[in-house]
């Protein structure tokens, strides 16, 4: 009693003060960020968006009209796709720009701003000695409980926080270009951060609609660029050292993998004079890199990829991206486990020291560079003793230190944890059979079958191929008594952004009207299946997409799924059912605005429109979907069909009809083994086991 006594005295005092305790995100008012660049600027606008009032500071007018100008650009791009559920204007009017320097000094204007700011966040330039300047004057001026945080990604928290007198409030906040689409925030500890600093901006990152990972000691590169640096670097080596051409490897990453683009595409796109600082950075703070010779080569020749018209790859002119053209066969020679090795030692190197957990790793690489699964995902399905080998044999050829296995890997292979093919690894596994069809991986994990949408590059648009071999998939499985529940997914950042639209080009309406009720023939399918479905939506769910995921009989979503019937804006409607099922769902006038607009929603908005029945984690939603299949599949399979002939028939009817199928249905089931078997168990007290029959 005395300790709560003494909180609310010490809080008194503050407030006499004129300051207070910071204790949740609900203090939070107004957040200032300093520095008006692509990241600051991109923050301010997801700030605004967020509901808070936010100051925008840098050094001049013109570049604070100029940051002023393209977050109004992204405000409309992102209204024109239905994803604001506010004005321009009145995002815009939140922000209120300020000079911040003049002669050299901080103006008494910005000191005034900070004075009155509850969180302030800097993306000013990578010098340690400006952000230690700027720093010094915030925690000067800032209230006693404003938090100082820094978008860093790659200079120490704990030195930008000794130039102030509150380190425990100092932490780094690294967003990711560009912050309002790139869902992933790392929320970095200081060596002093108070764990009460670090629940309050992880709170505030998911006010801001951002996943946020916690890195909990301050290490060079924190998760994802230690990661992305081990990769990088050796495709680079891969190439030096002659085992492969550029376009072999980046073939191999993007249809091998399925990375979103090859390791120099996205070098040459995000711009190779920001990987080589940013690298040459974390070396300098200790990290073991030998740094691949061709990064610098290109970086001496200011070479920097899209931005200069020419790095790894050649462009029409500087700043105008084209995709380089690149083989699906051209990769098939590459060895996909060691050019990913030393990615896997190095977040197995990060787990072992605990400097963040399993999940938050495999959630930043999956959310933070676009990688369809999680590294430790990658390291099981490959094999530890595999990676191992394969980390040796780098080492044996180069001598370089850093290949040396990670203790972590080691002990694994030695008490046989080696992964998938052991049924335990860095997760444990059931026994899994998978089948890969040209648009479709189907994973019998039983009594589950996951079928996955496998086109990623194409965010898994639906073609003909695709809806033949779904159909024919569903058919297979009905028929295999070792399956009771079906999971549909896609691999990749999409359940499916729609249909493939490219396959629109010149279709006369007749065909277009044959695809439609080839597709709705397909959702019909799945919505009288006999088996339940249940679709894990795990990024877009858009258009025939978000078709085929409201003909399952459940819907759980990622936290970074956004769904949508765009179709309005290509001038036509939904064909495969949207119209139907959307409204049947969510209600006719909804529906309507949805449909009629063309307007995204996230997943949060969509679970309280009844359009998901659940919203996880991202990293979460493989495990969540995998528990309630289990659940499914441990009921009785005719009863369960049965139940949902009921339900879903007697929907499309009259009560007296639907009364009549679900009276005949209680019936004949009292003709199954599978009652007896649920009434015995019931009077024997233990579990039932049925069978189905």
């Not at 028929?479 to 950042?493: H, K, M, S």
């Not at 949805?594 to 939603?621: C, H, N, Q």
Request: glycine share 8%; net charge neutral; proline share 5%.
């Amino acid at each position: 009693m005395g300790l709560i006594f003494n909180f609310f005295i010490h809080k008194l005092d503050n407030s006499e003060k004129g300051e207070c305790l910071m204790v949740s995100v609900e203090d939070i008012k107004t957040i200032t960020v300093v520095g008006a660049g692509t990241m600051g600027h991109g923050i301010a606008e997801v700030a605004a968006m967020s509901g808070f009032k936010v100051y925008l500071a840098d050094i001049s007018d013109d570049i604070l009209n100029n940051a002023l100008g393209k977050i109004k650009w992204s405000l409309s791009k992102l209204s024109e796709k239905g994803q604001l559920r506010e004005s321009v204007e009145t995002i815009m009017s939140r922000i209120t720009p300020v000079v911040n320097l003049k002669d050299g000094n901080y103006t008494e204007e910005f000191a005034k701003v900070i004075s009155q700011s509850d969180f302030i966040i800097e993306a000013i330039p990578e010098r340690i000695d400006l952000k230690q300047q700027l720093f010094k004057f915030l925690d000067q001026h800032a209230p006693k409980h404003a938090i100082l945080a820094t978008n860093t990604s790659s200079l120490p928290i704990s030195e930008i926080a000794a130039a102030t007198g509150r380190p425990e409030k100092v932490v780094g906040m690294h967003f990711f270009n560009p912050p309002p689409l790139m869902p992933l925030v790392e929320i970095i500890k200081g060596d002093k951060t108070s764990d009460e600093t670090v629940s309050v901006v992880y709170d505030l990152a998911k006010k801001f609609g951002k996943q946020p990972v916690v890195v909990k000691k301050d290490v060079p590169g924190f998760i994802v660029n230690r990661i992305l640096g081990r990769f990088l670097n050796e495709a680079c080596w891969m190439v030096a050292r002659g085992k492969a051409s550029i376009i072999e490897v980046d073939s191999a990453v993007r249809y091998k993998l399925g990375f979103p683009m090859g390791a120099f595409e996205l070098a040459d796109y995000s711009g190779i004079d920001v990987f080589y600082l940013v690298f040459t950075a974390m070396v300098q703070r200790g990290m073991k890199m030998t740094g691949c010779p061709l990064f610098k080569e290109k970086f001496d020749k200011k070479e920097y990829g899209m931005k200069t018209g020419k790095g790894f790859y050649e462009y029409p002119a500087p700043g105008k991206y084209v995709r380089p053209n690149i083989p699906k066969d051209a990769g098939e020679k590459v060895d996909v486990v060691m050019l990913m090795a030393p990615a896997i030692n190095e977040a197995a190197w990060l787990l072992e020291n605990d400097v963040a957990t399993m999940d938050d790793i495999d959630k930043a690489v999956m959310l933070g560079l676009g990688w369809p699964k999680g590294v430790f995902e990658y390291a099981d399905e490959f094999g530890i003793d595999t990676v191992v080998n394969a980390l040796k044999k780098l080492k044996e050829e180069t001598g370089f230190e850093e290949y040396e296995p990670n203790k972590l890997l080691v002990k694994m292979v030695q008490e046989g944890r080696l992964g998938r093919k052991a049924g335990k690894g860095f997760r444990e596994y059931r026994p899994v059979e998978e089948i890969a069809k040209e648009t479709l991986l189907i994973r019998l994990e039983k009594p589950i079958a996951w079928i996955i949408f496998n086109r990623p590059d194409k965010l898994n648009a639906i073609n003909d191929k695709l809806l033949k071999e779904l159909s024919e998939t569903l058919d297979e499985l009905e028929l295999n008594d070792e399956i009771r529940v079906v999971v549909l997914t896609g691999a990749g950042r999409a359940f499916s952004a729609g249909a493939d639209v490219s396959s629109f080009v010149g279709i006369t309406p007749i065909k277009a009207a044959i695809f439609s009720r080839k597709f709705q023939e397909v959702n019909l399918k799945i919505e009288y299946y006999t088996k339940p479905v249940i679709a894990a939506l795990n990024g877009y769910t858009l258009g025939g997409g978000l078709e085929i995921a409201m003909s399952a009989d459940f819907r759980i979503a990622s936290e970074t799924a956004v769904l949508g019937q765009p179709e309005i804006k290509l001038g036509i409607i939904p064909g495969a059912g949207g119209t139907q099922r959307l409204a049947r769902l969510i209600g006719r006038s909804k529906a309507k605005e949805l449909i009629f607009t063309g307007d995204y929603i996230p997943a949060s908005e969509a679970l309280k429109l009844g359009l998901v029945d659940k919203v996880v984690p991202p990293e979460k939603l493989e495990d969540e979907v995998r528990s309630f299949a289990l659940k499914l599949a441990e009921m009785p399979p005719l009863a369960v069909m049965l139940a949902k002939y009921a339900i879903n028939y007697g929907l499309e009817t009259n009560i007296w009809a639907g009364l009549a199928i679900e009276s005949s249905g209680f019936g004949l089931l009292f003709s199954t083994e599978d009652m007896a078997e649920g009434v015995t168990a019931f009077l024997e007290k233990r579990k039932p086991k049925f069978k189905g029959k």
